[in-house]
């Protein structure tokens, strides 16, 4: 017999996939509160591992603390546990609950549970005496123990606990005590007034539930942390003496520094006073004092103010040149730099390679103008002020006026030759090397700045009996008579300089060197006729 299968067909409304949607998820949680009702019973101390394989547990405890509400600790023979409820039922301690526990929370400190049933009342367990080196999570985590220690430090902390969907900060009072060799945190909850009753240095047992960080779990700062319900769970075995209390010892300090402040200003009284009765004994015997004194003083005073006088007036000059000094000798290169560096920019592009190479160069040599110009200004700075000390170490000097000569002639792109040459043998010679460079560099630079292109400078090294000799001769513009007096007044030049570049300093920073090194500077020179300079320094030890 043939016979033909027709599959059957169902509604496909929108409506009906609905009601069946919702009769799926009716079914399923019937059967998650089925199958949590028939788990069996388990001890606590086997809850962290069921839950870790993410199985649930069904558990019975003791409540023997609540810190805020959904948050309690449950005990039974076997351990303890840490359970966050998130019913909004009434718990008391002594209440004996019935749970399932099917998650963890907040890294593993409380286990979490949809409700927890009060199913009867029992006796609180007896606390465990505990040392503060004992702690394990597996044992002491969440039990009710008893321990002793003493007091080192009071703080505050807050935490969240996450209650009907959302963070509530609770605030609570910390005594962090030594406990055989382990620092424990005791925690009471805000007006609880524990800090007043146990003082720094106090030792007392406290009793508490025990919350035990996994001391692997960071190596910085592991600890234990203990829950403590109220005063009523604190023994006082010993408390500090009076004057080891913080508020005495600070009552004490404040009373101390009023006294000694006391001694203080009756001493700088007492001083005052005296130093009045000097003074009024002093005026007394300025009083008797003759005409002739008077006028002695009055001279003496007229004569400080003459040299006030010409102090000021040297000042006014000096200030004056270094505003000329300013005003030109920074302008200029500062105006070239400009000018090079606007011609750059506006034409840089239509500018041959040549003329951009001259612009450039022009920069360059008038960056190098101006560091040297405030090189002189601020080693001028340190001479006059001290700063500059005399520091001999053995030297090369033939090396040293070489190198000089050599490094002067390219900077200057050898528009005057220096001819060096030495007189006699220079081994042995002890001078400040720093020294002996401002003083060779300076006297080379002002030979060839004031000779005329091509002309040379002779340049000679030699010994006479102790001394180094060093000679400089130009055959440039020289030095006007009526101005050789004054060349070793800072920012003063010769009135013959013309537009030559110069600060004016470079002869007074010389003259400064040699006379660290304890010697002698002479200079001859007649206008157009050249300058002739001769240093004479102690640079070699007496035979």
Request: aromatic content about 6%; hydrophobic content about 40%.
């Amino acid at each position: 017999m043939d016979r033909t299968f027709t599959p059957m067909t169902f509604p496909t409304s929108p409506t009906l996939l609905s009601w069946l949607c919702a009769y799926a998820l009716l079914t399923l949680g019937a059967m998650q509160t089925v199958l949590g009702q028939s788990l069996p019973v388990v001890p606590l101390a086997e809850v962290p591992d069921l839950v870790a394989k993410g199985k649930q547990a069904r558990v019975q405890g003791i409540v023997t603390f609540q810190i805020i509400r959904g948050f309690v600790f449950i005990q039974d023979s076997s351990g303890a546990l840490c359970l966050h409820r998130r019913d909004n039922g009434t718990l008391a301690v002594g209440d004996l609950v019935e749970a399932t526990v099917h998650s963890f929370s907040r890294r593993g400190y409380w286990h979490v549970a949809e409700t927890a049933q009060k199913i009867g009342t029992r006796p609180v367990p007896a606390p465990e005496l505990v040392r503060g080196d004992e702690f394990t999570v597996a044992r002491h985590h969440a039990a009710r123990i008893v321990v002793t220690g003493r007091v080192i430090s009071h703080s505050q902390s807050t935490h969240d606990y996450f209650i009907d969907g959302a963070y509530v900060p609770v605030r609570y009072d910390v005594l962090t005590t030594e406990c055989d060799g382990a620092n424990l945190r005791m925690a009471f909850l805000k007006g609880t007034d524990i800090t007043t009753q146990c003082p720094v240095g106090t030792r007392a047992t406290f009793t508490g539930m025990a919350r035990v960080h996994d001391l692997h779990d960071d190596s910085t700062n592991p600890y234990v942390a203990i829950w403590v319900d109220g005063p009523g769970a604190v023994e006082i075995l010993e408390l500090p003496s009076i004057l080891a209390r913080p508020q005495i010892q600070r009552w004490l300090t404040i009373t101390g520094l009023i006294v000694l402040g006391g001694i203080f200003i009756s001493g700088v009284w007492m001083l005052a006073q005296r130093r009045r009765m000097k003074l009024l004994r002093a005026k007394e015997e300025a009083l008797r004092q003759s005409n002739a004194e008077l006028e002695r003083r009055v001279a003496e005073r007229t004569q400080e103010l003459h040299q006030a006088l010409a102090r000021e007036r040297e000042l006014g000059e000096m200030k004056s040149n270094f505003v000329t000094l300013v005003s030109h000798e920074f302008r200029t290169p500062l105006g070239v730099i400009m000018s090079a560096v606007e011609v750059l920019q506006r034409y840089f592009e239509r500018l041959p390679v040549e003329k951009r190479a001259r612009h450039l160069d022009m920069i360059f040599r008038s960056t190098k103008n101006l560091a040297q110009l405030i090189d002189e200004v601020l080693l001028l700075g340190c001479v006059e002020e001290g700063r500059m000390k005399f520091a001999p170490v053995p030297v090369d000097v033939e090396k040293i006026c070489r190198t000089l000569s050599d490094e002067l002639h390219s900077a200057t792109g050898g528009t005057s030759p220096i001819h060096f040459s030495v007189e006699t043998n220079l081994d042995g010679a002890v001078s400040d090397v720093a020294l002996l460079r401002h003083i060779i560099t300076n006297l080379l630079s002002n030979a060839v700045k004031y000779s005329e292109r091509g002309s040379p400078v002779e340049f000679c090294a030699g010994r006479k009996d102790r001394y180094l000799v060093l000679t400089i001769r130009d055959q440039g513009i020289g030095i006007p008579g009526a101005d050789q007096e004054r060349l070793f007044t800072s920012f003063t030049r010769a009135s013959n300089a013309g537009q030559r570049p110069g600060t004016g300093l470079g002869l007074v920073i010389v003259n400064r060197c040699v006379q660290l090194h304890g010697g002698k500077l002479h200079l001859e020179s007649a206008t157009g006729r050249g300058t002739h300079i001769t240093v004479t320094l102690p640079s070699y030890p007496a035979a």
